[in-house]
């Protein structure tokens, strides 16, 4: 598994075949890593990124604004609104991942849901369940949140060559989950 840290984040949301650029030591390693496991026979690397769905430690970005939310705790957000992707449900990348381990499929696949956002939007998107949450949202740009590494600021990825071989895979959407969410 890899991820969009991987490209410079200058022309995203990327297909398979976009010029590769780390920024970081995380998106070097994982190119390292990439580029390892592509030296085997049969290998198969996914690119996910934004990754968030039901997980036992709730800890994907999603899942712990929710939970927040459930629990009535005040919610102070310090978000970059410069930064964009392709959140995606872990359990859409488990299907899309067997489909392809199942038909024998190797080499690259960036796989990306439908939604293409910033951190805040992707936030606001989560409290509209949520009316009653109390919460400060303050959006920052990347340089004002002086993260410790570089990040890509349009990240996120375009599904086309999975789609090519899967025509009829729908990626769930954010709203979905939430809507599941809400429904529990």
């Given at each position: 598994?890899?991820?969009d840290?991987?490209y410079?984040?200058?022309k995203g ?5 976009a010029a ?7 998106g ?6 990439e580029?390892?496991?592509l ?6 690397v996914?690119?996910?990124t ?6 036992e430690r ?5 899942a712990?604004i929710i ?8 919610l102070?957000l ?5 930064q964009y992707?392709?959140?995606?449900n872990?359990?859409d990348?488990?299907?899309a ?20 956002m910033?951190r ?9 369940y ?6 400060e949202?303050?959006?920052l740009?990347?340089?004002e949140?002086?993260q410790?590494a ?14 090519q071989l ?6 769930s959407?954010v709203d ?9």
């Open positions: 598994l890899s991820t840290y991987i410079d984040g200058a949301p990327y297909q398979e075949d590769i650029n780390p920024i970081s030591v995380y070097k390693h994982k190119l390292l890593a580029e390892s496991v030296e085997l026979a049969n290998a198969l996914i690119r996910i934004n990754v968030y769905g039901d997980e709730g800890k994907n970005f999603i712990r939970q927040q939310c459930k629990d009535a705790q005040h102070t310090k978000l970059p609104i410069d992707a392709t959140p995606t872990a359990m990348i488990a299907k991942m067997c489909l392809l381990l199942k038909d024998g499929h190797t080499g690259v696949f960036n796989i990306g849901s439908t939604d293409y910033n805040v939007a992707l936030a606001l998107r989560v409290l509209k949520f009316p009653e949450a109390s919460y949202l303050i959006p740009s990347t340089k949140l002086q410790a570089a990040r890509p600021l349009l990240g996120g990825f375009i599904s086309t060559k999975f789609h899967y025509p009829e895979f729908l990626f959407t979905d989950y939430l809507q599941k969410q809400i429904n529990l």
